[in-house]
């Protein structure tokens, strides 16, 4: 009987831990000493729960708004993580209305003399930020942070842009102890709900009944002559159903981000995104919302801040003018009007598919946004007689930016197209460094809606169809000391020299010849970089150095690594297994020579054998060859990554790959006396 009596009691206490009250303000002492995450003890930080109630209320001089409250509690197991500690609320504004946040409470407590001590977010501890003309952020840093912190927040967002319900993520960076998330919507809209990312969760559906209580002022009297209209505010109530979807998950893992080669992971994150396909109100026709590309990209092509800016014309004419005087054929053109655009306006950093405050301000003040750019180069290619457009575009790190459901959201940037004869020529006038064919990294993406007059639009594959080469060629002498003397050339061409050109272009040789020193254990007698501004041409370094631990000696023999300092040694994926693909962002070519001569008085004991390895469809390969002629040995080592993208179920055959890449990398080359 008493055994009977100890499994009940051990069942009820059970029962309280899993059914833990998560009452805002009602932290305990056990979250608080919990010092790793039971699950993870990798986590830096966990969500002890996270919550999100979205609801429609109706007011009947306003109309419909749609509500969103969010109750967040984070454990900080590291007060290092401070990113886990802030929180960013994004309002959108248009049309002279806007979201608004209210009923903000936030609060980290801490454990100070074996107390629950609770310190409260100040409201000039709140920061807002426009990051374009739509978007504002309102920003918060947790205050008193420890390790071992939990932080707490609530608030309520209310938008009278009804038809979008924000993206629901089933993840995070974190482990999620406990996620509950509740939407209702009223019968009168009619939304489809798309399902992403590796881990998908399905909401459990039903519907509920419900009336809504609203009042609105009406006028009884028209004014005739000298009668004066009065209005009555009148009372009314309408029965109504809701469609509640619900969602209740504990024990989330967290998505894994520490791996290389990973862009826009928030897009493989499991998660839910809302697309609006019918509304229908009483005493009213159903109306049919956007349902497929083509119709996206015409509302976008009907604001006047896109069909309607790519119109106008004479704010540059006289330049243009000028640029034509000289340039006459398709390609001079282009380069020509391409540079004027580039030198002409800068970019302040913000992207978008409307114009900021137009090409003409934009013109005349030398900067604006990615669409005032590339809509001033489409407009002045057409103006002399190319055939230009722009082109929509979703950005690596773009939230909503993987393509498979048709939405504005998808796309927040533009670039420019020229078609000659049966080739397409892409151009982004943002980036100071770039070349036709070469968009900078944020804007290579699989595909982008090119936008021709009146909003027709098609498909276009953006994929870079040209590899980019990043080549060193080696040459190395050892004296009798074993002291090495030598020359490296390196050479980079298409995205590599663009990235090359905007990171090191800005810096004196003196500090780039510093980070070779760093990076590859040699002295610089002499540094020179080719064609660092020339651009269409391949940026190239010439080093001339000197080193004295690029080879061991061991029982007199000699061993050295046949790449020297450019070799591969570490596999850079770790992962057993990998959800999300691996992205290099485009094809590319990486290319070592080298030619070491043989110290004197040794010869070759053993060489490494060559070998040629790759992966399904040749999507990466990799060659390596090594010979030994007279004195001198002469190594090629070529990695060629054909494809981009390569997706998760190749991982594991690309881990592999790289794994024996760095073996054979690694084997030596023995001389003896």
């Keep these: 009987m ?19 009250d998560f009452k805002f303000g009602k932290v305990s002492k056990q979250e608080l000493e919990e010092k790793v995450h039971p699950l993870d003890s990798t986590a830096k930080a966990a969500f002890l729960f996270k919550k999100k109630n979205i609801y429609y209320e109706y007011d009947g001089d306003r109309g419909w708004s ?40 936030a609060y980290t407590y801490n454990l100070e003399g074996g107390k629950i001590k609770k310190h409260k977010l100040n409201k000039k501890q ?49 482990p999620i102890n406990k996620l509950d998330v509740r939407i209702r919507i009223p019968q009168y809209f009619a939304f489809k709900k798309h399902y992403k990312g590796y881990l ?7 519907r509920k009944n419900r009336n809504i209580n609203y009042s609105y002022r009406a006028q009884d009297n028209q004014t005739v002559g000298a009668v004066t209209a009065s209005s009555t505010r009148h009372n009314e109530r309408v029965d109504m159903t809701e469609q509640v979807s619900q969602l209740h998950k504990e024990n989330i893992p967290a998505i894994k981000l520490d791996e290389p080669y990973i862009s826009g992971v928030q ?50 004419k006289d330049d243009l003018q000028n640029i034509l005087k000289t340039a006459t054929t398709n390609v001079q053109k282009i380069g020509a009007i391409f540079q004027f655009v580039k030198s002409k306006v800068k970019w302040n950093g913000i992207y978008g598919v409307y114009t900021e405050h137009g090409v003409k301000k934009a013109y005349k003040d030398g900067v604006g946004n990615v669409a005032d750019i590339n809509f001033i180069l489409v407009s002045m290619l057409r103006e002399s007689g190319l055939d230009a457009n722009p082109v929509l575009v979703s950005t690596r790190n773009n ?9 504005i959201n998808g796309f927040n940037y533009v670039v420019a197209t020229i078609l000659i004869g049966n080739t397409y020529v892409v151009l982004d006038a943002t980036e100071a460094y770039g070349e036709p064919n070469v968009l900078p990294l944020r804007a290579v993406t699989r595909q982008g809606r090119v936008v021709m007059k009146g909003g027709v639009s098609s498909w276009l594959d953006l994929t870079p169809n040209k590899l980019s080469l990043d080549e060193s060629n080696l040459y190395v002498n050892f004296d009798a000391d074993f002291n090495a003397k030598g020359m490296l050339r390196t050479r980079n061409t298409n995205l590599l020299a663009l990235n090359f050109r905007k990171s090191k272009n800005h810096l004196k040789d003196e500090e780039l ?37 690029m080879l061991e000696v061991i029982n007199n023999k000699v061993y050295i690594s046949p790449l020297l300092f450019l070799t591969k040694a570490v596999n850079p994926f770790k992962l057993v297994d990998r959800k999300f693909p691996v992205d290099f ?89």
């Design 267 to 316: 897009n493989y994150i499991g998660g839910v995104t809302f697309e609006l396909n019918m509304t229908k109100f009483p005493n009213q026709r159903p109306k049919y919302h956007t349902t497929t590309w083509e119709d996206v990209v015409k509302n976008v092509y009907k604001s006047s801040r896109f069909g309607g800016e790519l119109s106008k014309r004479n704010y540059f």
């Design 66 to 105: 749609l509500v969103t409250e969010v109750h967040e509690r984070i454990k900080l197991y590291s007060k290092e993580d401070v990113k886990a500690a802030t929180k960013v609320i994004r309002l959108y504004e248009s049309g002279g209305v806007q979201e608004k946040m209210s009923s903000l409470k």
């Design 399 to 407: 939230v909503s930016g993987v393509l498979n459901v048709p939405t």
């Design 200 to 206: 998908q969760f399905y909401f459990e559906e039903g």
């Design 126 to 174: 709140i920061f807002k930020e426009s990051s374009t003309k739509n978007w504002k952020k309102e920003i918060f840093t947790m205050p008193n942070l420890q390790n071992g912190s939990v932080v707490e927040w609530s608030y309520r967002k209310k938008s009278p842009f009804y038809h979008f319900i924000d993206d629901i993520s089933f993840q995070h960076r974190f």
């Design 585 to 673: 962002g485009v094809p590319f070519k990486e290319k070592n020579t080298v030619s070491i001569q043989i110290p004197e008085g040794y010869k070759v004991e053993t060489l490494p054998e060559s070998a040629a390895v790759s992966i399904s469809d040749n999507m990466a390969v990799f060659r390596y060859k090594i010979v030994s002629k007279g004195k001198k040995i002469n190594v090629i080592s070529q990695l060629q990554i054909n494809s981009p993208v390569i997706t998760p179920e190749f991982y594991k055959e690309l881990k592999e790959f790289y794994n024996l890449m760095v073996k054979k990398q690694l084997e030596k080359i023995v001389l003896v006396k």
């Design 2 to 20: 008493k055994r009977i009596l100890l499994i009940a009691l051990l069942c009820s206490m059970t029962t309280v831990v899993t059914a833990q």
């Design 513 to 549: 010849i510093g980070k070779l020193e760093d990076k590859y254990k040699i002295e610089i007698d002499d540094y020179k970089v080719v064609n660092k501004a020339i651009l269409g041409k391949p940026v190239s370094q010439n080093i001339k150095f000197v080193g004295d631990e």
